[in-house]
């Protein structure tokens, strides 16, 4: 990921995070929300920078720096947004979102949704969202592509949907019993990784969405 990119997705963490808090407290808006296991595409085991050029380079991705900041209940925040659409004018777009992980991985979430370009108050409110659409695509062209990146397919796996959800849970109870007697016996489960960020980049509290 080249400085710019740095450079805007730094911005976004420290920024985006301010703006929701003024949207939720005036309009009901938001700038924040969560990346939820229903849309987990895969995992890919190679650099963040690798995949992206794959999108962008090999598959007619765009970036999204616009897009709301995701953040996942275990803290770890998106680094990369990128949406697919036929056309500039096409009512639909694919949108997908990078989280880099522990290992030099990246997992891959996707959905659906109407365009922020021609759509956008449908867009805003979320209505046409189809996650089980987005993960369909998404998982068809990244397992089945094979370019100049990567000529023998892109090194992945699919983690299973019961660990997703099973991880998911684990997390969103205790982010509701944190600060009990009873989230202590949880801690050694979750504290070491919303602690830390990816290669030193910090997290975003879950708990801006809540």
């Given amino acids: 990921m080249g400085f710019r990119q740095d450079f805007v997705n730094a911005v976004r963490r420290r920024v985006w995070p301010r703006i929701h808090h003024l949207l939720a407290g005036t309009v009901d808006g938001y700038a924040v929300t969560h990346t939820t296991e229903e849309e987990y595409v895969m995992t890919v085991h190679c650099s963040e920078a690798d995949l992206?050029?794959?999108?962008?380079?090999?598959?007619?991705?765009?970036?999204?720096?616009?897009?709301?900041?995701?953040?996942?209940l275990d803290g770890n925040t998106a680094?990369?947004?990128?949406?697919?659409?036929?056309s500039l004018l096409a009512d639909w777009q694919l949108h997908v979102v990078l989280h880099a992980v522990d290992g030099g991985a990246v997992d891959v979430y996707a959905h659906w949704e109407y365009s922020w370009v021609?759509?956008?108050l449908?867009?805003?409110?979320?209505?046409?969202?189809?996650?089980?659409?987005?993960?369909?695509?998404?998982?068809?062209?990244l397992a089945d592509h094979d370019g100049e990146q990567f000529p023998e397919g892109l090194p992945y796996r699919v983690e299973s949907a019961a660990y997703r959800?099973?991880?998911e849970l684990l997390y969103a109870v205790y982010h509701e019993l944190e600060g009990t007697e009873v989230a202590r016996y949880l801690d050694?489960?979750?504290?070491?990784?919303?602690?830390?960020?990816?290669?030193?980049r910090p997290n975003v509290s879950?708990?801006?969405?809540d």
């Fill in 122 to 141: 449908e867009h805003y409110a979320g209505r046409g969202y189809d996650a089980e659409k987005g993960v369909r695509l998404a998982r068809s062209w």
């Fill in 165 to 167: 959800r099973g991880r």
């Fill in 118 to 120: 021609t759509h956008p």
């Fill in 188 to 200: 050694p489960f979750v504290a070491d990784r919303r602690a830390r960020g990816v290669d030193g």
């Fill in 79 to 86: 680094e990369g947004s990128w949406v697919w659409r036929d």
């Fill in 206 to 209: 879950p708990r801006i969405v």
């Fill in 52 to 72: 992206e050029r794959v999108l962008d380079e090999e598959l007619g991705f765009s970036r999204n720096p616009i897009s709301a900041l995701k953040v996942r």
